[in-house]
């Protein structure tokens, strides 16, 4: 009984709380308070939006190691996903990603918010879908079609660059990750003049390898994932096995920052021309 | 009072015995891996010194990881039947009674807190601290002879706390990653590690060995009761201090590389105690091989199961190990009547 009236009364709090917000949701065309649940979608808001009008972005993206926007994500107050956290900020559109805060959302949807969720793009194609459909979401049309032509024109100067023989390439990930077909690395590694050894191993997208494989495959370029300056784990130590300093005296270990394709946005670009510039590098 | 009778082997028979099932075992463990390696040819470049790619897969990644599944699995053999000589009963053994999760806390607050990265040997002496703590805490609360109960009742509260505190610090470390990486040490798992771990540890593992080895015959006087042993000549509080020190210092360096690995000083004394004529001074060894060969299985399972990411170690070593404490606690029981 007492366990009934307890979940009414905190269900009529929600409803509340849902009212309010799914009104103010409908009725803004330009959304200002913008709360964004998700790593991706955070940079994505950032780069598209003004400061002021974002009310919150996630912990992580505060993080110089982890994201590209942290410098303005300090000046803004972080979430960790909570859905009381994103109440109480009285948010007119809350922005999430497809695969997180997923207890979050589903309470979100349930009291009428209609949080909109954002998927992981599999490559260029959809990720510049992505950032028109973001600044349309928030109402930066122009912003995001100056992002994509910028994205653009670098990817046409790189490809404009004169490439020899492909060279083959795997890359490692924390916890002995790699990335392989149907996944946005993957396209990244080929418009760098790379051939993908984890797409021909028969990888999809993300999957573990044996560093006995990594060793093994015949790779001429071993991309290093790594977070720099990280604080210590396990999945990070994987990066720094003695067997792949020994590799480096038959094949070019070149070190990749995760934040630059974690997200799928400019910084992708970056990664790409990276890449390049470690294959052009005479041995 | 059990029955004493059973197949004793002689020492000299059983040591050599289980010494090449062991080496057999790490043999296997060479030759099992997740990549096609010319084996032959492996082991000719490693010899030779030629530094050949499956020469490097074979230096770099299966002999470390053959190395310490023997290194652990001997360690935490011989440190459970050297507690179960001790305490005189079954059921003390480092997992049990919670000094592994102990110890797996205090190399978890050296390896999160940078301090493992800047010297490298705070890794195996943070384990062998939480070890160490764990073990006098057993200590003082129960002080000798505690009955079967007290001391399970201290091995839980131990270990749910020293879970609950390793979970809470992986929680505040600061990488990502951190918090998912509890399954490594409550459970814990030979993937990936590497020569300089096999160096790390092999020198405290070593001298807690010796230590153990060294009070093999007070452990046989002893369980003839404290008094008779003490009637004998044995200085009881330096053998509990050699004994203590030495099971600290192997599982302490051995949980900071490898996770808790359960069970294995549970299961291999009891299969083995019959073989030795139940004399608890010459348990310490057999033990310790007998523990090397079931880490070593156990680790080939993994590797041969068709479960990707592969299996934790200690899923295995339960799987074998919790049908044996049900049937301890079941003879318990039935003995108590």
């Given at each position: 009984m007492r366990i009934g009236l307890l979940r009414g009364a905190k269900c009529a709090v929600l409803v509340t709380a849902g009212l309010a917000l799914a009104a103010t949701s409908v009725a803004v065309?330009?959304?200002?308070?913008?709360?964004?649940?998700?790593?991706?979608?955070?940079?994505?808001?950032?780069?598209?939006?003004?400061?002021?009008?974002?009310?919150?972005?996630?912990?992580?993206?505060?993080?110089?190691?982890?994201?590209?926007?942290?410098?303005?994500?300090?000046?803004?107050?972080?979430?960790?996903?909570?859905?009381?956290?994103?109440?109480?900020?009285?948010?007119?559109?809350?922005?999430?990603?497809?695969?997180?805060?997923?207890?979050?959302?589903?309470?979100?949807?349930?009291?009428?918010?209609?949080?909109?969720?954002?998927?992981?793009?599999?490559?260029?194609?959809?990720?510049?879908?992505?950032?028109?459909?973001?600044?349309a979401l928030l109402g930066e049309e122009a912003r995001g079609e100056a992002l994509v032509a910028d994205?653009?024109?670098?990817?046409?100067?790189?490809?404009?660059?004169?490439?020899?023989?492909?060279?083959?390439?795997?890359?490692?990930?924390?916890?002995?990750?790699?990335?392989?077909?149907?996944?946005?690395?993957?396209?990244?590694?080929?418009?760098?003049?790379?051939?993908?050894?984890?797409?021909?191993?028969?990888?999809?997208?993300?999957?573990?390898?044996?560093?006995?494989?990594?060793?093994?495959a015949g790779a001429e370029i071993l991309v290093l994932n790594d977070t720099p300056d990280s604080p210590p784990s396990l999945a990070h130590e994987v990066l720094h096995h003695p067997v792949i300093a020994r590799l480096s005296d038959r094949l070019r270990l070149v070190p990749l920052p995760s934040r630059l394709w974690t997200c799928a946005g400019p910084s992708v670009v970056d990664a790409i021309e990276l890449l390049v510039a470690a294959r052009e590098q005479p041995r | 009072m059990r029955s004493r009778t059973g197949v004793e082997i002689r020492p000299a028979l059983l040591l050599p015995v289980l010494g090449l099932a062991m080496l057999a075992m790490s043999g296997a463990s060479l030759a099992v891996g997740y990549a096609q390696l010319p084996l032959g040819r492996a082991l000719a470049d490693a010899v030779s010194g030629q530094v050949s790619l499956p020469a490097l897969v074979l230096l770099e990644l299966r002999l470390p990881r053959a190395m310490l599944g023997a290194l652990v699995g001997f360690s935490l053999g011989m440190a459970g039947a050297a507690m179960q000589g001790l305490m005189r009963n079954p059921l003390a053994e480092p997992g049990v009674v919670g000094i592994s999760s102990a110890a797996a806390l205090g190399?978890?607050?050296?390896?999160?807190?940078?301090?493992?990265?800047?010297?490298?040997?705070?890794?195996?002496?943070?384990?062998?601290?939480?070890?160490?703590?764990?073990?006098?805490?057993?200590?003082?609360?129960?002080?000798?002879?505690?009955?079967?109960?007290?001391?399970?009742?201290?091995?839980?509260?131990?270990?749910?706390?020293?879970?609950?505190?390793?979970?809470?610090?992986?929680?505040?470390?600061?990488?990502?990653?951190?918090?998912?990486?509890?399954?490594?040490?409550?459970?814990?798992?030979?993937?990936?590690?590497?020569?300089?771990?096999?160096?790390?540890v092999l020198p405290l593992m070593l001298s807690g060995w010796l230590l153990m080895a060294s009070t093999a015959p007070a452990l046989d006087a002893l369980s003839l009761g404290e008094e008779t042993a003490a009637s004998l000549g044995f200085d009881l509080t330096w053998l509990r201090a050699r004994l203590i020190g030495g099971a600290v210092l192997a599982v302490g360096s051995a949980v900071a590389v490898t996770g808790a690995i359960g069970f294995v000083g549970l299961v291999v004394p009891h299969l083995l105690r019959p073989l030795v004529g139940h004399r608890p001074g010459r348990l310490l060894v057999a033990s310790g091989l007998g523990g090397a060969i079931l880490v070593l299985v156990a680790d080939l399972g993994v590797r041969l199961a068709p479960i990707r990411p592969e299996l934790k170690l200690g899923v295995v070593t339960a799987l074998i190990g919790a049908p044996f404490l049900f049937a301890l606690v079941q003879r318990l029981r039935r003995e108590a009547l």
């Open positions: 065309a330009r959304p200002q308070r913008i709360v964004s649940l998700n790593m991706c979608t955070d940079e994505l808001v950032l780069r598209l939006a003004d400061p002021e009008r974002i009310a919150s972005v996630t912990w992580l993206s505060q993080d110089p190691r982890n994201a590209n926007m942290a410098e303005v994500a300090r000046r803004i107050p972080a979430n960790h996903g909570v859905v009381e956290q994103v109440l109480a900020m009285k948010p007119d559109l809350v922005i999430a990603g497809a695969y997180t805060t997923r207890a979050t959302v589903g309470l979100l949807k349930r009291v009428g918010a209609r949080p909109r969720e954002f998927g992981v793009p599999r490559n260029l194609a959809e990720m510049r879908a992505q950032i028109r459909e973001m600044a994205i653009d024109t670098r990817l046409t100067a790189l490809a404009k660059r004169r490439r020899p023989k492909p060279l083959r390439a795997i890359v490692l990930r924390p916890n002995g990750f790699t990335v392989g077909r149907g996944s946005l690395v993957d396209e990244i590694l080929t418009r760098a003049g790379l051939v993908n050894i984890a797409a021909e191993l028969g990888i999809e997208s993300y999957g573990q390898i044996p560093l006995e494989t990594v060793a093994l | 190399a978890v607050a050296a390896f999160y807190s940078g301090l493992s990265a800047t010297v490298a040997l705070a890794l195996p002496l943070g384990g062998i601290a939480g070890a160490l703590l764990a073990t006098l805490v057993l200590f003082i609360l129960l002080g000798r002879g505690a009955s079967t109960t007290t001391l399970i009742l201290a091995g839980v509260a131990l270990n749910s706390f020293a879970g609950a505190a390793t979970a809470l610090a992986l929680n505040l470390a600061p990488n990502p990653y951190a918090a998912l990486e509890i399954v490594f040490w409550l459970m814990g798992s030979l993937a990936d590690r590497s020569m300089s771990h096999v160096w790390l």
